[in-house]
């Protein structure tokens, strides 16, 4: 059987909302995103819903070439696999179905970046940061994390350690499927 995995995608754009999150976090990477094919094809996270404004924002679909990272010149990136069960897919796959069916009782919990940059953990109720929304999404499809902080303030920089994730790439996203393509040119997942 073939093995199976879940991609998490660390970026940072250039838009003025990651600047000014790299600016207080110190961080090098602003968002994350969630995929379960190695082209990134079905890239989902809670982001702005258009390039153009930072609001409104929800969960959304992402794809390197539209919108905020088709925009962008470059994007420095990293991009890690994390295996996982049949089973585990399966039920991210739900997960992820759930959010699709019902993206409007959810929304991009913007006042959450002010308590995650002050440390302070707050109840989460259909309202969700990137970061925040990966390990949720992590959780409830049973992949085990292992980040130690309150689920409230996880930060994208947070999955960078996670045990059995495998870095596979480093570098410009813009550049990313024809890296994998060049790699793994049978692998379509």
């Excluded at 970046?113 to 940061?129: D, S």
Aim: charged residues 25%; glycine residues 6%.
């Amino acid at each position: 059987m073939e093995k199976q995995y879940i991609y998490l995608v660390l970026t940072r754009t250039g838009t003025a909302i990651s600047k000014a999150i790299g600016l207080v976090s110190g961080k090098r990477y602003t968002h994350v995103s969630v995929a379960s094919n190695i082209m990134l094809t079905d890239m989902y996270s809670f982001c702005r819903d258009k390039k153009e404004a930072p609001l409104p924002a929800n969960f959304n679909h992402e794809d390197i070439d539209t919108e905020v990272f088709g925009a962008c010149k470059t994007i420095p990136s990293e991009v890690y696999r994390i295996p996982v069960t049949y089973e585990q897919l399966e039920k991210y796959n739900d997960v992820i179905r759930h959010f699709i069916i019902n993206r409007e009782s959810y929304t991009y919990d913007i006042g959450a970046l002010f308590l995650m940059a002050l440390h302070i953990p707050y109840n989460m109720r259909n309202k969700f940061t990137c970061s925040v929304w990966v390990g949720f999404v992590l959780g409830k499809s049973g992949i085990d994390h292992d980040i130690k902080k309150h689920p409230s303030l996880i930060e994208p920089e947070n999955f960078r350690s996670i045990q059995n994730a495998e870095l596979i790439y480093k570098g410009d996203l813009k550049k990313y499927r024809s890296y994998i393509a060049g790699k793994y040119p049978n692998n379509s997942r």
